[in-house]
C-alpha cells in the first residue's frame, strides 16, 4: 500500500461524476449533516488539513466478484438515500473508495449535488416539507456561527436573498472557473452591488469589496489549486484483507458496526440476490406500513437469525458465514412476508414509530406467523382472530414491561421455543408468561405496576399504549383521537379564578389534567366537535337520553356518580382512576 501524489478536489469531484470513483458494498451509506458539510468547506478554505484518504485499486477480471455502488449526488432525506448500484460491466478495472465517503459525498453534493431535508412541523408524508437545497457562500461577511469563520449554507431559491450583509455564491459555480481570472471576472457582480448599495448607505463599503476578493480567490484556491487529497492506494483482491483493513481504517470517529460489516459480508456471499439492495428496500417497505415505523438493517439482519432457526442467533460475524448466508438467501422471500404480516398487524392494532418500545416486538410475531404457515392477511383474517387478541396481549404487557430493553437474544430464543412446540395456530401468550414468571423480564403486573400506569401523560407513547388498554373494542387503525375529557384549556390559573376557584386549590386541578385519569379516546368527528368546550355542557348537548349517556359514562370509564360539573375535577379524577385501575386489573392481571 502506497501514498499516492495528492489530488485537487476539481479533480476527483470530476472524476466521481464520470464514475471513475466507486464505493465498495462494505461502506456504510451516506449519513453527515448540513453542518458537518459546511464545516468542512470551511476547513478547506482556512487551509486545515482534512484527513488522508483510502482507495482500493481492483482490476477488471476481480471487480466482477464485488458489489460497488455509485457516489449519492442529490441526497433527499425521505426519497434519496439509498446509493445506486454501478454498472462495471466490460471488465474496466474499478477504484473503490475503502475510507474517506463521508467527506468525498459532501464535497461532490457540495459542489455538483443538492440536499434535501425536512423542514421542522411538517408532516413526513408532505413532499413539500423536503425542500431541495443548494451549498452558497456569503461572499460579504464571515459566519456568526460558532466554530465557523466562512458562511457556507444549503439554501433554497427563495432564500438567497442579498442585503447589506450577504451576497449569495452558489458554490457549483466554482466548478466551471478553470483559471483563478474566471473568478476575478466574476467579482465586478460584487462590486456592483455593493455600488448600488452604496446609493442607499451613502458609503461604498471597501472591507466587504476587500473581503469578497479574499473569500472568492480562496474557494477558487481550495478546489483548483491545493492538492488536498491525499491518499493511500491499496491493490489486493483478497476480500478478507480488505475487509481487515476497512475495519481498522474505520476504528476512528464513528466505527464500522456489526450491521455494516455483516451486511457487506452477505454482498459479497449471496449469488442469486443482492443482499443490500434487497435489505435496503425490505427497511423502506416495512417503515412506510401505515403510520410509519423506525426498523433499520440491524433489525433485518436480527430477524433473518431468528427466522432462519439458527441455533445462534448472536449478532457476530461468525454467525454470517457462507452457509448461513446462503440458507438466508434461500429463506429470504418468506423471511421479508413474515415481517411485513407481523408489522401490519401492528399497525392495525394502532401502533407506529412513535407509540413502540422496541422493534424486537415484530420478530416473534413474525416467526409465529412463519411457523403457522404464512397464512393470508393475517391480520385481517377472522381465523386468525383468538391469535390477533393474544398477539395484541403479549405485545402490549412486553411493551409496558420493557422485557426488550436489554438483551434481545435471552427473549428471543426462549420465545422462538416456545412457539415451535405449539401444536395448533393459536399464539402461546400463556405459555410465554409462564416461561418468564419471576425473571427480570416477566409479563405479569403487580398492583403496583397497574397503578404506576397512570403515571404517562397527554403526549407520551405509553398513554397510547394504555389507552388501547382501556378501548379494547376500538379499531386503533381508524383516526381516533386521545383527548382531555375536561379541556385542557380551562387549567389556567387565570380561568380557574374565573370559575371561582380559590388560588390554594389550583395546584389540585393543575396538577392532573394530563395524566391518564382524564384522557379518553375520541372518534375523530366527536373530538372535533367537543374541542374545548365544557365537558358537562358537551356531554348533556350530545347525549341527551339517559340511556345514551349511561353507554357514554360505560364506554369511557366515566364515573356514574360524578357530576361533571368543572369545579368538581379533583373528585371526578380520583373516582376515575379508580374505575380505571379496576379495568386494567381485568385485563392485565385476569
Known amino acids: ?69 455509485e457516489f449519492l449526488r442529490n441526497y433527499h432525506e425521505k426519497n434519496c438515500t439509498h446509493n445506486s448500484k454501478a454498472n462495471i460491466a466490460g471488465g474496466k478495472p474499478v477504484t473503490a473508495i475503502l475510507d474517506g465517503q463521508q467527506r468525498l459525498t459532501s464535497l461532490y453534493v457540495g459542489l455538483l449535488g443538492t ?119 491499496e491493490r489486493s483482491s483478497e476480500l478478507d484483507k480488505v475487509l481487515n483493513i476497512f475495519i481498522r481504517v474505520n476504528s476512528g470517529g464513528t466505527p464500522l458496526s456489526y450491521s455494516d460489516l455483516l451486511l457487506s459480508i452477505a454482498s459479497a456471499q449471496w449469488d442469486d440476490l443482492d443482499a443490500r439492495e434487497e435489505i435496503h428496500k425490505a427497511v423502506d417497505d416495512i417503515n412506510a406500513i401505515g403510520r410509519g415505523f423506525n426498523v433499520n438493517k440491524d433489525f433485518i439482519l436480527k430477524a433473518c437469525l431468528v427466522l432462519s432457526d439458527f441455533t445462534d442467533i448472536a449478532f457476530k460475524v461468525d454467525n454470517f458465514n457462507r452457509k448461513n448466508m446462503m440458507k438466508i438467501q434461500g429463506e429470504w422471500d418468506n423471511i421479508i412476508t413474515a415481517l411485513h404480516e407481523a408489522v401490519t398487524l401492528v399497525s392495525r392494532l394502532g401502533f407506529n414509530r412513535d407509540n413502540i418500545t422496541s422493534n424486537n416486538l415484530f420478530i416473534p410475531i413474525a416467526y409465529f406467523i412463519k411457523h403457522i404457515g404464512f397464512p393470508h392477511n393475517f391480520a385481517a383474517n377472522k381465523k386468525n382472530a383468538e391469535s390477533v387478541r393474544l398477539i395484541k396481549r403479549w405485545f402490549i404487557s412486553a411493551m409496558l414491561k420493557r422485557v426488550f430493553s436489554f438483551q434481545p437474544d435471552g427473549v428471543l430464543r426462549p420465545m422462538r421455543e416456545i412457539i415451535k412446540k405449539q401444536k395448533d395456530n393459536v399464539f402461546p401468550f400463556e405459555a410465554v408468561v409462564e416461561r418468564f ?81 382524564n384522557l379518553q379516546l375520541l372518534e375523530g368527528y366527536d373530538n372535533i366537535s367537543k374541542s374545548d368546550k365544557d365537558f358537562k355542557t358537551w356531554f348533556e348537548e350530545n347525549y341527551k337520553s339517559k340511556e345514551a349517556q349511561l353507554s357514554y359514562r360505560q364506554k369511557h370509564l366515566i364515573p356514574y356518580e360524578s357530576d361533571l360539573l368543572f369545579e368538581n375535577f379533583p373528585e371526578f379524577f380520583k373516582a376515575r382512576e379508580k374505575i380505571i385501575i379496576e379495568k386494567l386489573k381485568n385485563e392485565l392481571q385476569g
Open 437 to 517: 414468571k419471576g425473571t427480570n423480564r416477566t409479563h405479569e403486573f403487580t398492583d403496583e405496576d397497574i397503578e404506576s400506569l397512570l403515571q404517562y401523560k397527554y403526549g407520551q407513547g405509553g398513554a397510547l399504549v394504555v389507552m388501547s388498554i382501556l378501548y379494547p373494542w376500538a379499531d386503533m387503525s381508524n383516526l381516533f383521537h386521545l383527548d382531555h375529557v375536561f379541556p385542557k384549556a380551562e387549567f389556567v390559573p387565570k380561568k380557574l379564578r374565573k370559575r371561582g376557584i380559590k388560588n390554594d386549590e389550583h395546584n389540585e386541578f393543575i396538577k392532573n389534567f394530563n395524566f391518564i385519569g
Open 115 to 233: 440536499y434535501a431535508y425536512k423542514m421542522p412541523y411538517r408532516p413526513r408524508d408532505n413532499p413539500k416539507a423536503y425542500p431541495t437545497r443548494k451549498l452558497y457562500l456569503n461572499l460579504l461577511e464571515k459566519s456568526d456561527e460558532d466554530g465557523q469563520f466562512y458562511d457556507f449554507a444549503f439554501l433554497i431559491d427563495d432564500e438567497c436573498v442579498n442585503d447589506k450583509n450577504h451576497y449569495w455564491f452558489l458554490v457549483s459555480d466554482i466548478m466551471g472557473f478553470e483559471k483563478l481570472t474566471d473568478a476575478v471576472k466574476y467579482l465586478p457582480r460584487v462590486t456592483t452591488y455593493l455600488v448600488n448599495l452604496s446609493k442607499e448607505t451613502g458609503e461604498f463599503d471597501e472591507e466587504k469589496a476587500e473581503f469578497a476578493t479574499e473569500t472568492l480567490s480562496k474557494l477558487w484556491q481550495a478546489i483548483h489549486s491545493d492538492g488536498t487529497i491525499s491518499y493511500y492506494l
Open 1 to 69: 500500500m502506497a501514498f499516492q501524489t495528492a489530488l485537487t478536489i476539481k479533480e476527483i469531484i470530476s472524476d466521481i461524476d464520470g464514475r471513475k470513483y466507486l464505493l465498495p458494498s462494505i461502506q456504510r451509506e451516506f449519513v453527515w449533516g448540513v453542518d458537518q458539510i459546511t464545516q468542512l468547506f470551511d476547513s478547506l478554505m482556512l487551509g486545515y488539513p482534512i484527513g488522508s484518504f483510502l482507495f482500493w485499486e481492483v482490476d477488471g477480471a476481480n471487480a466482477k466478484k464485488f458489489a460497488f455502488y
